[in-house]
């Protein structure tokens, strides 16, 4: 019993963890972790991604949803140098439509008047140094849908990325102390009251064996 109440604790934690790291990957569109780097994509093209808010978390650095209402900094570095001769244009807009995290390329071309949405534009740049620096003020808590797009000077293709974000969305990397204090403790709990029952199964036999002498004995 002991060992099943120990493994079920430990599977519990296991999920726990899993649950809490599950905001890596690709979930925000075309922004997620991937090597231990924040990337973003936009279409066979990668550049790294960063948030930062330096007014209320300093340098600490975010890679999708933006814990505070304060001003922020998204920077972008080019991994592919071939964006360093694209005009490139940054839109970040409210999702008034509900798209959701799901937000795509195509629900962004069904905007009938998306400037009434923007939040922050930056006009088609060359960034030349390979790296873009935004600084957007949120006032306000929602989801928000950054867009990307660069267009090749020669060929006129477009490489573009879509990404839905939340401001003043929890940030739970602040919790770990007090998830990893509350999985030790239930983990600590279960393992003396799985060693009470143990205990407690021990004394109950030794009274029926007790008992069974007495009646052998009277009879």
């Known amino acids: 019993?002991?060992?099943?109440?120990?493994?079920?604790?430990?599977?519990?934690?296991?999920?726990?963890?899993?649950?809490?790291?599950?905001?890596?990957?690709?979930?925000?569109?075309?922004?997620?972790?991937?090597?231990?780097?924040?990337?973003?994509?936009?279409?066979?093209?990668?550049?790294?991604?960063?948030?930062?808010?330096?007014?209320?978390?300093?340098?600490?650095?975010?890679?999708?949803?933006?814990?505070?209402?304060?001003?922020?900094i998204f920077v972008l570095e080019f991994v592919h140098d071939v964006l360093k001769i694209m005009p490139m244009d940054f839109r970040v807009i409210r999702d008034d439509q509900d798209f959701g995290l799901g937000?795509?390329?195509?629900?962004?071309?069904?905007?009938?008047?998306?400037?009434?949405?923007?939040?922050?534009?930056?006009?088609?740049?060359?960034?030349?140094?390979?790296?873009?620096?935004?600084?957007?003020?949120?006032?306000?808590?929602?989801?928000?849908?950054?867009i990307i797009t660069a267009r090749h000077p020669a060929s006129g293709e477009i490489f573009e990325a879509v990404f839905p974000f939340r401001v003043g969305a929890i940030d739970y990397s602040d919790y770990w102390p007090l998830f990893i204090i509350v999985l030790i403790t239930m983990q600590v709990f279960y393992s003396r009251s799985a060693d009470l029952a143990d205990a407690s199964k021990s004394v109950l036999a030794r009274l029926a064996r007790i008992d069974l002498l007495a009646r052998n004995k009277s009879a």
Not at 15 to 22: A, D, F, K
Not at 46 to 71: H, I, V
Not at 135 to 140: D, G, H, L, S
């Open 103 to 146: 937000a795509s390329s195509k629900d962004i071309r069904s905007l009938s008047d998306i400037d009434s949405m923007t939040e922050y534009y930056m006009r088609p740049t060359l960034f030349e140094g390979g790296r873009v620096n935004a600084k957007i003020n949120f006032t306000r808590p929602g989801l928000y849908i950054g």
């Open 1 to 72: 019993m002991r060992v099943g109440i120990r493994h079920r604790c430990i599977r519990s934690t296991c999920l726990v963890l899993l649950l809490l790291t599950s905001q890596g990957g690709w979930a925000h569109g075309g922004v997620g972790m991937e090597g231990g780097q924040c990337l973003i994509r936009m279409g066979n093209l990668e550049a790294r991604f960063t948030g930062y808010q330096p007014e209320t978390r300093g340098s600490k650095e975010f890679c999708d949803d933006l814990p505070d209402m304060t001003q922020s």
